[in-house]
């Protein structure tokens, strides 16, 4: 039986009748398959949408790390910017955005490798779409050709990491010393895995096993405005320096002129420190090894406006509006599930203007919604697409209250 895809879901799935979700379809598109359960499998296009490309990539057909390469740049980036609208609509905000900036393809600067011994040796890559099967990716065009070149290391490496029945894995950022590796899932770091081990990491500018530090070649450093900042092991940043560019430029044209900024959920500093280049800012993150790294980013970082830092768990004690008024402009990026407690208190503070950072569009849209019915206008919204070929969406708003 035929079956038209009716729509993209949030996950970038095809959508049909029922529902009944059809991996790497496309709306408009007539299909066959086998339903099992909500799920179509064995899926052939019959009818092809004017939007199906060959996905670039030699992996795709079996790696999970990307979902959306057989659909034009175009279409996702439009996509994209509609599950924001559709978002925003829901909570009646009429705000259309603005389009999609997209990161270049090699860029990622940060991820997650798996690796499990075999028989022969050793596999090192992503997982297999919709299964624990590791897809190596030799050709990968998602990452950073650093992090391709230190696979074949890996590789070798995965044979005294890996128990025989579990996977290790690997969390690479390129840093301006090289290849920062955390190393989790590992078996224990024994007296012989520890005499082995420097022939393994020496390629490495840092080393941590199952969270211990094995190895500091040289401190791994990111370029955060004109601060250099050494995050912790396996610590988030922004996936791609051009995403990162874009927030930061967006993030910078919400508070303006202010000069007096706080900066909510600060991470690393990944805007304080752009921030500090013309306002005093005060720093708040939860998270004591990211507050540790801005601290150490502070006190070797020359030329910037005072930085204070404060750790605060903005969910179960925000910022009062009363503690706000100090302030003529606030940045928050709240994690995925966004941060209604702090929002709430925002909402009722005088604080002329906010930017608004966030990685989920419905959790966004949500406390966009409490800003603008307590009297903030939602200037704009700016969506950043670092996460290239995948559905994951980030956003940056602007808010005002005269």
Request: glycine share 6%; hydrophobic share 40%; with cysteine.
């Amino acid at each position: 039986m035929d079956i038209k895809i009716t729509r993209l879901g949030h996950l970038g799935d095809g959508i049909a009748e029922g529902p009944l979700f059809a991996p790497r379809t496309l709306p408009d598109e007539v299909v066959t398959g086998t339903p099992q359960g909500d799920r179509l499998t064995d899926i052939r296009i019959v009818t092809p949408s004017e939007h199906r490309v060959k996905a670039p990539c030699a992996h795709y057909n079996a790696c999970g790390g990307c979902a959306l390469q057989h659909a034009s740049d175009d279409f996702v980036a439009g996509w994209k910017r509609q599950v924001i609208q559709t978002a925003l609509t829901a909570q009646d905000l009429n705000v259309s955005p603005e389009p999609t900036l997209t990161s270049p393809a090699g860029t990622r600067r940060r991820g997650t490798l798996h690796g499990k011994r075999t028989k022969k040796g050793a596999l090192v890559g992503f997982h297999a779409r919709a299964a624990e099967t590791i897809t190596p990716v030799p050709n990968c065009l998602l990452l950073d050709p650093v992090i391709l070149a230190a696979i074949p290391t890996l590789e070798t490496l995965t044979r005294i990491a890996a128990s025989r029945a579990a996977e290790v894995a690997y969390h690479l950022t390129v840093s301006d010393a090289g290849l920062d590796l955390a190393i989790e899932k590992a078996k224990p770091l024994d007296a012989s895995i520890r005499q082995e081990l420097p022939s393994y990491v020496a390629a490495f500018a840092r080393v941590t096993w199952n969270g211990e530090p094995v190895l500091q070649a040289a401190a791994p450093g990111v370029r955060f405005g004109t601060a250099r900042v050494v995050p912790p092991p396996g610590a988030f940043l922004q996936a791609t320096p051009e995403g990162e560019s874009a927030l930061v430029r967006a993030v910078m044209d919400v508070i303006g002129s202010a000069s007096r900024v706080i900066d909510l959920f600060s991470g690393c500093g990944t805007f304080t420190f752009p921030a500090a280049a013309q306002a005093s800012v005060h720093a708040m993150e939860s998270e004591q090894t990211l507050l540790a790294a801005l601290d150490h980013g502070v006190r070797h970082n020359q030329g910037l406006k005072p930085i204070t830092t404060e750790r605060r768990d903005l969910f179960r004690n925000p910022v009062l509006p009363e503690d706000l008024t100090k302030y003529d402009a606030a940045i928050i990026d709240p994690p995925r599930a966004g941060a209604e407690a702090q929002v709430a208190e925002l909402a009722q503070s005088s604080i002329p203007r906010i930017a608004f950072v966030s990685c989920n569009p419905v959790t966004f849209a949500r406390e966009a919604a409490t800003l603008v019915q307590a009297g903030y206008t939602l200037n704009w919204v700016r969506v950043i697409d670092q996460f290239r070929w995948s559905p994951h969406i980030e956003t940056v708003a602007s808010f005002s209250k005269d």
